[in-house]
């Protein structure tokens, strides 16, 4: 099957917005973390692109601010949120999304990228990104919520679908279909996240081509790789869990494939949070997601060739 191409595909109701103009290399890029900054300045070659956590840099100055727009001269660069609480029953926050633009409008980053859940509450913030009911109630505050970002950022933004551990009775909707009404009403882009898609599949006994097959894989932008944690819940089943500290397993590198051989190559992220290997280390998970998409762009040459 030939790559989808999002800009060709995306419902009509769906781009209110237009997208920034950059995107993203069709790469593997790596979350950039403060003890790599050095050595990533020093490199000829880099990743192709990197990801930071928007809210570690809302600082008018100091060695983080400095070292990332070094960077940002010569790299791709990808924003991600982690506390505008999308799923949340609060309006978004003022202050928060004034922070959000001036920061977009200093680094200019390919993309902008935050997640379906929630994480705070009447102005208590929580450490955890809760999972969000799939009813209608929630599907209009997610998409206005959705809308204010995108107008207050003025570009289209990428959601993230979520790792979870329960299942709300009250949904109405499955995931697969509650986000692609989100998108379509939103205009939104979709970050699709291979890891979080095998954990909850997992978790809540889902077939798994089904789910990403019923996805809007029109909308997606870019990728996101990581690793788990394999437990078990209080009746003896797996329980996995989302913890960025492991390198990738080996079911969602598989995963993953299915989707460039559905998608074509995409700019894909390895995450690593928690227990940050070694520099090598993380390029070299890197280098695996690089090869699987030169891999693919290999064969179809042959094939097309051979056509």
């Known amino acids: 099957m030939a790559p989808i191409d999002p800009a060709a595909t995306l419902s009509r109701e769906a781009p209110r917005i237009a997208a920034a103009d950059a995107r993203l290399p069709r790469q593997a890029g790596v979350g950039l973390k403060p003890q790599h900054f050095t050595a990533f300045l020093g490199m000829a070659s880099r990743p192709g692109f990197f990801e930071v956590h928007a809210e570690n840099f809302l600082v008018d100055g100091g060695p983080l601010p400095h070292h990332l727009a070094r960077l940002r001269e010569t790299s791709a660069l990808s924003l991600h949120g982690v506390g505008l609480s999308l799923g949340g029953l609060d309006p978004l926050d003022g202050g928060h999304l ?5 920061l977009v409008a200093r680094y200019q980053p390919a993309e902008f990228s935050e997640h379906l859940a929630w994480s ?59 986000i692609s009404e989100v998108v379509r009403r939103s205009g939104c882009g979709l970050l699709l996240d291979v890891n979080n898609a095998y ?48 390198p990738v397993d080996e079911a969602v590198w598989e995963l993953y494939g ?12 390895i995450e690593w949070d928690n227990d940050v290997p070694p520099l090598p280390r993380l390029l070299e998970e890197a280098g695996r997601a690089q090869s699987l998409m030169a891999g693919l762009a290999r064969n179809r040459s042959v094939a097309d060739g051979r056509a």
């Open 98 to 102: 004034q922070s959000l633009r001036s």
């Open 199 to 246: 954990v909850s599949g997992t978790n809540h006994g889902r077939d798994l081509h089904a789910y990403l097959s019923a996805l809007p894989l029109a909308a997606v932008r870019q990728v996101h790789l990581a690793g788990f944690h394999r437990d078990v819940d209080s009746l003896g089943f797996p329980l996995l869990v989302d913890h960025h500290g492991s």
């Open 120 to 178: 705070s509450h009447q102005g208590r913030f929580l450490n955890d990104l809760l999972p969000v009911p799939y009813d209608n109630d929630a599907l209009l505050r997610v998409s206005a919520h959705l809308d204010h970002l995108q107008n207050a950022l003025g570009r289209s933004v990428l959601l993230e679908n979520p790792a979870t551990y329960v299942e709300f009775s009250q949904s109405t909707y499955s995931e697969e279909d509650f």
């Open 258 to 269: 299915w989707v460039l051989r559905r998608l074509g190559p995409l700019p894909t992220l």
